[in-house]
């Protein structure tokens, strides 16, 4: 799997479209120093009424919870931000790219009271594939149970979604590839299975599917949300509740979700099978219809798609 960036042209930043090399942050910001920001990652579809953002509005609605929670002071509402994702991913004429909306506190403090950073607006885009591998979605991963655990809750909040927090991300990613799986399954405090390094998980049991409870040690996913939604649209029995790690281990099919991993199966966990060791019926299913929202394949009942561009009215025949 590369993780190259590929550069789009054009950057919004605080209202203004800048190049791509000029988007730069002081070393002494508090972005830097601390790793003082909330962000959001999203994705935009091709779609067969052009390209469209999936979920645009939670994210942002997210966006400024995080900033609320971290006592960011947002200038933008979550139609301003909504405005400014369609307007960059247009000018840099994207038809399916990945959407980091991003806002940190910027160079002024030099200790732990920010007062004095200035808040920094930034929506950034550019081109990224299938993130655990190009074969992933099809052919599932092989993943592992990390020995690093995520936070007590109350530590920090788990429910915004700060850059501070992914190093406790990093070092679950960082373990898993060295061992040689491609993603790893954390634990929190109390043994019990929290999330990924940067997805939520899923297990199917019995035609069921089985999530784990949020319990202040993971993000709330929107695209947990999203398959949970498809799930019970479908007709199939959706439970959240407190998942034992042996638990992983007897289900009949697993798989990760997240904005960047989508629905992507899992294999094996601690090179132990999941049901027969590959993409499971019921995660086949989910995944098609996933991806049948996201990418406009079928009817936008929950009007998560905003289109890039404005759609153009109809004129009257004649």
Same mark, same amino acid.
């Given at each position: 799997m590369s993780t190259q960036l590929v550069e789009s042209e054009w950057i919004w930043k605080d209202g203004d479209m800048i190049p791509w090399r000029e988007a730069q942050?002081?070393?002494?910001? &508090?972005a830097v120093q601390f790793g003082s920001s909330v962000f959001e990652g999203i994705r935009c579809y091709e779609t067969p009424n052009g390209p469209a953002i999936f979920r645009?509005?939670?994210?942002?609605?997210?966006?400024?919870? %995080?900033?609320?929670?971290?006592?960011?002071? &947002? %200038?933008?509402?979550v139609d301003a931000l909504v405005a400014a994702c369609r307007s960059v991913i247009a000018r840099n004429a994207l038809?399916?790219?990945?959407v980091r909306a991003t806002v940190l506190r910027g160079y002024g403090a030099a200790g732990m009271n920010p007062v004095g950073s200035p808040i920094e607006t930034y929506m950034i885009t550019w081109p990224w594939g299938t993130y655990l591998g190009a074969d992933a979605l099809?052919?599932?991963?092989?993943?592992?149970?990390? %020995?690093?655990?995520?936070?007590?809750?109350?530590?920090?909040?788990?429910?915004?979604?700060?850059?501070?927090?992914?190093?406790?991300?990093? &070092?679950?990613?960082?373990?898993?590839?060295?061992?040689?799986?491609a993603e790893a399954i954390a634990l929190g405090p109390g043994g019990t299975v929290s999330e990924g390094s940067g997805q939520n998980l899923f297990l199917v049991r019995s035609g069921a599917v089985v999530v784990p409870q949020t319990d202040g040690t993971s993000l709330l996913g929107i695209t947990r949300d999203s398959v949970i939604t498809i799930a019970r649209d479908l007709g199939i029995e959706v439970r959240e509740q407190t998942v034992p790690r042996e638990m992983i281990y007897t289900s009949d099919e697993a798989f990760f979700t997240g904005t960047a991993s989508e629905v992507t199966p899992i294999r094996s966990v601690d090179k132990i099978p999941i049901g027969v060791g590959r993409a499971g019926p019921v995660t086949k299913q989910l995944q098609r219809r996933y991806l049948a929202h996201a990418r406009g394949e079928v009817a936008d009942a929950h009007a998560w798609l905003t289109p890039v561009q404005e759609p153009v009215p109809a004129t009257a025949a004649g």
């Open positions: 942050v002081h070393v002494m910001s &508090l645009l509005h939670d994210h942002m609605r997210r966006l400024h919870d %995080s900033c609320r929670i971290y006592r960011i002071d &947002l %200038s933008y509402d038809k399916e790219c990945y099809e052919q599932g991963v092989d993943v592992c149970v990390s %020995s690093w655990q995520r936070p007590e809750p109350n530590t920090y909040p788990s429910n915004a979604k700060a850059a501070g927090h992914y190093t406790n991300a990093q &070092l679950i990613k960082m373990e898993a590839v060295a061992n040689g799986y």
